[in-house]
């Protein structure tokens, strides 16, 4: 891991030993339950991070998971927390493109996601391979972004420039009709606005040790990168205004 990590919203997470996911670790665990993950389930979860989900599942359900992710600082990461949590037997980081995945077809029960197909233009076909590496009867389920009614460009403007947010977001609608373009069936759908108790439940993937360390880097960074500096102070001018229209929803499809 480098000293100084490139100044990007990905990048920075790496660096500091965090995935930021919307609706924090209360909807992850929401999400866990609509995708009917039971003991020894074989999990792929796509767009990893630092590994805290895929330990988790690992530790309180008992699955063999894969954890793949596009950026080589994320395993690195992902790998260090499997060694303190002890669960090096029960999951394996990959460096993965999501958008071609290097599994076999209908290798896994489920298939996990959150906030990654938001930041590919092609979700179609990203959505398209998460429905091809799973089981018939298995399940994909995706925490992603969603536009709660039409945005105004300054909010468009706001919410690529804070989150790295290229791409086109789709409504609630949009993602429903892109599972079940993709095969899937019976596909359900969950929606919310942001909410900031909901938000601090983040805090609840993490222990202690590991906040101190997040901690620790974010504020030795500040210290010592003025481009750091002028990208945080970049977020904090972020209205408020931008949450009437962004939100994210959880969406699950069987195959």
């Not at 959505?127 to 995706?142: L, N, T």
């Not at 500040?222 to 931008?242: C, E, H, I, T, W």
Request: proline share 3%; hydrophobic share 40%.
């Amino acid at each position: 891991m480098k000293n100084t990590p490139e100044i990007s919203y990905f990048e920075l997470q790496a660096y500091m030993g965090t995935t930021k996911h919307m609706g924090g670790f209360e909807t992850t665990k929401e999400l866990i339950e609509l995708c009917h993950i039971e003991k020894n389930a074989h999990v792929l979860e796509v767009g990893c991070g630092v590994g805290a989900t895929a330990c988790y599942l690992a530790k309180a359900y008992g699955c063999n998971v894969v954890g793949a992710d596009l950026r080589e600082s994320m395993v690195a990461r992902a790998n260090e927390r499997a060694q303190r949590e002890g669960v090096e037997d029960k999951v394996e980081f990959r460096v993965a493109d999501a958008q071609e995945l290097p599994f076999d077809d209908a290798l896994f029960d489920v298939v996990f996601c959150e906030s990654v197909a938001t930041f590919i233009e092609d979700k179609q076909g990203v959505i398209g391979e998460y429905a091809r590496v799973v089981k018939p009867g298995g399940h994909v389920g995706v925490n992603e972004e969603i536009w709660l009614k039409p945005p105004p460009a300054e909010v468009i403007a706001h919410a690529k420039r804070a989150w790295a947010i290229e791409s086109d977001l789709p409504t609630a609608d949009g993602w429903r009709r892109l599972l079940e373009g993709a095969g899937l069936r019976d596909v359900a759908a969950q929606t919310y606005r942001v909410d900031a108790r909901r938000e601090s439940t983040q805090i609840m993937r993490y222990g202690f040790k590991d906040m101190w360390r997040m901690f620790s880097r974010t504020l030795s960074l500040f210290f010592k990168s003025s481009d750091f500096r002028a990208y945080m102070n970049g977020q904090r001018r972020l209205p408020m205004s931008v949450f009437e229209y962004l939100g994210y929803g959880l969406f699950v499809g069987t195959r």
